[in-house]
């Protein structure tokens, strides 16, 4: 991921975006999608496990995940204000000491971090230009599972990404939205050395989980 790439995170999920997300979490519980990923992993087993929740956001995976019995899980997100809203959560929770929080892009931060039994991406590969290095790594850290949640390349994303980068360039920002193949990121998955074990498509969006 670019500088550019990453100050427009920070920029984009700030802390106003964050408080509301957080907000709308403890009122509703999480999207629709990110339920998605998370019964498909709890129906594969994730009770003594640990978890790597990459670009977590407000930290809706693993507080759900630990609350199923999950061990452990390190947060690694771009965003400072979600990371911030993801402790505060975490806290409440009685959660703090059972999760590690790590600020900055996860191709920098990867080194750095032991393998996981689950690693998730909930809408993660749509902010990365360099979709290979990403799965690369992070499907490289998963010892039992992998679940991804991207865009699906229809028609409708394939043109509604350009207007939302357009949008976002008038407004000066260096957050941008990229649509890669779904054909290229399950291979680079697989090649990784997993396999499909589920998956579910809404009308733009698409979960998949993946074991060994």
Known sequence: MSCAQCRGIEQEFGSKVARRDLKRFRR????????????????????????????????????????????????????????????EEAARRGHTDRVTFRHGDFLDVAPALDGADVVTLDRVICCYPDMERLVAASAGLAGRLYGVVYPRDNWLMRRGVPVANLLLRLKRSCFRVFIHPTTAVDAAVRRAGLVPRAMQRTLLWQVWVYGR
Request: charged fraction near 30%.
């Open 28 to 87: 509703k519980g999480p999207d629709r999608t990110t339920r998605l990923l998370i019964e498909a992993l709890e129906r594969e087993g994730v009770k003594d496990a640990t978890l790597i929740d990459i670009g977590g956001g407000i930290g809706a995976i693993h507080h759900l995940l630990l609350d199923e019995g999950a061990r452990a899980a390190a947060h690694v997100d771009a965003s400072s204000s979600y990371l911030e809203a993801a402790r």
